[in-house]
């Protein structure tokens, strides 16, 4: 499923217009991404949570050249499912 796929399930489950769905759903996908920017965590009860953790810096090899280099720190984004989800699922 993709975001068109989406937001045409959004319609036809709200009654929404299309265009309004897509509004309503690029609003939720902004409201996450904004709070995960400033490094807040995102929980949606019964669906899971958004967060963001730090891979710190590291040394790697070259499997090429076997030489030694620095991997740079980055931040992830992480999602953890929540036990209705899971329950969903199954």
Known sequence: MNKTDLTAAISEKTGLSKADSKKALDAVLEAITDAMKGGDKVAIVGFGTFSVSERPAREGIN?????KITIAAKKLAKFK?????????Q
């Open 63 to 67: 499997p090429r050249s076997m030489e």
């Open 81 to 89: 499912a929540g036990a209705e989800l899971e329950k969903a699922i």
